[in-house]
């Protein structure tokens, strides 16, 4: 029966279709081989137009079907590629569109002072689908930067204008190690942190699956990092960034480099304490916030030369070698210190090497000792 329903509306489609280019011929004179001028009466436009819209209709009826079946795909096709649209972008997205629809009304007032067939409508035509592509592309890509301007713009004026290079708050991307770290929501306490916090669809699913996993361990970290993002979302909120209708971002496999590739289209920073993350994010020239870095850098200084009592715990990989280590849990090599392990003794600090993996301090037994 719909089937039935469908071929008929297509049918009388094909009919109007044909009654209406009809009215493009009817005005036309037609000479004959006599010279003779003959133009259509009233009736005769009338019946040619009947006809025409006939012809067409009987050819619409027979092609129908196959309209039917291209159709059916098509409509598939735009129901697939809607159901991978964020919700978050649906609203924002048919906003844009009526703005672009609108804007290309008033534009395409002005071609119809053009007086060639055809070509008012083909104008007005591309220019609908091309500003309601731009409509919903801006609205749906930078619609919270723009939300975000007029924001700022209403509680301070100023705070818009006069900001330089970096004087935004970028937006923040958390990976999944700083999660389950946990020490982000106590950083975030102190306010050291500005902008966006953003956590990608597919960090949460990786969480979700440590959470799930048979293994204890990894299932208590991934149920330790989602105690974490309900914390931050509790006190701070979030925003949670689904990537399904970004195909550049959803083709690529691993978490890592997707997270970078989030960076690079947010223009945003990430945060990870993962050392490899950190190197490869600085290869491809994306900002990163690595909390071991600041861990490092706020533990007390320590500079060659000074003197301090430890208690050696154990022996060093080398021989020879004895371990301690600081109240911040800093570990101390101290060389020539195997005899002492088990005492407490002064120490001469010689080296302090620092990486982004952490600080290792090198020192030897005062002498004396």
């Known amino acids: 029966m719909i089937k039935k ?32 001028v003959l133009v259509l009466s009233e009736n005769q436009k009338t019946i040619f137009s ?11 009826f027979t092609i129908a079907p196959s309209i039917g079946r291209h159709g059916q795909k098509v409509a598939k096709d735009i129901e697939s590629d809607l159901q991978k649209v964020p919700s978050a972008d649906i609203v924002p997205g048919t906003f844009g569109l009526i703005v672009g629809l609108f804007l290309a009304y008033l534009i395409s007032q002005l071609y119809m002072t053009i007086k060639l067939p055809f070509v008012a409508t083909v104008l007005s035509v591309l220019t609908y689908l091309l500003l309601g592509y731009i409509g919903v592309f801006i609205a749906t890509r930078r619609g919270k930067d723009i939300l975000a301007i007029f924001t ?3 509680r301070n004026p100023a705070a818009v204008k006069g900001k330089g290079k970096g004087g935004e708050a ?24 500005e902008g966006n916090i953003v956590i ?12 799930d996993s ?25 925003d949670i960034y689904n990537t399904d209708g ?29 050392y490899n993350l950190n190197k490869v994010a600085v290869i491809k020239g994306v900002e990163v916030l690595n909390i071991n870095e600041l861990a490092n850098m706020l533990k007390p200084v320590v500079l060659p030369g000074e003197e301090m009592e430890l208690f050696l715990v154990k022996e060093g990989k080398e021989s020879n070698q004895a371990v301690a280590y600081l109240d911040d849990g800093t570990m101390i090599v101290i060389e020539e210190g195997k005899r002492y392990i088990g005492q407490n003794i002064s120490v001469v600090v010689t080296s302090v090497l620092q990486t982004a ?12 000792k």
Not at 8 to 21: D, E, R, S
Not at 170 to 193: E, N, Q
Not at 201 to 206: D, G, I, K, P, T
Not at 357 to 368: H, L
């Open 152 to 154: 700022a713009s209403r």
């Open 5 to 36: 329903l469908i071929r008929g509306i297509i049918t009388l489609c094909g009919g109007l279709l044909g009654y209406g280019v009809s009215f493009l011929f009817r005005g036309l004179i037609i000479v004959t081989n006599l010279g003779d």
């Open 170 to 193: 970028t937006p923040k991307i958390l990976d999944t190690s700083v999660i389950i770290d946990g020490r982000i929501a106590d950083i975030m306490k102190t306010g050291f942190i």
């Open 214 to 238: 048979s293994d204890n361990l990894k299932r208590n970290r991934g149920r330790r990092g989602l105690d974490i993002l309900n914390r931050v979302q509790t006190d701070y909120g979030i």
């Open 357 to 368: 993996a952490g600080r290792m301090i090198f020192g030897k037994p005062k002498k004396g």
């Open 50 to 60: 009947i006809i025409c819209a006939v012809i067409t209709a009987i050819i619409f």
């Open 246 to 274: 970004d195909k550049s971002i959803e083709e690529i496999p691993e978490v890592d480099v997707k997270l970078l590739k989030l960076a690079q289209t947010l223009g945003g920073k990430v945060i990870t304490n993962d």
């Open 200 to 211: 990608p669809e597919f960090v949460l699913v990786e969480l979700r699956h440590i959470a």
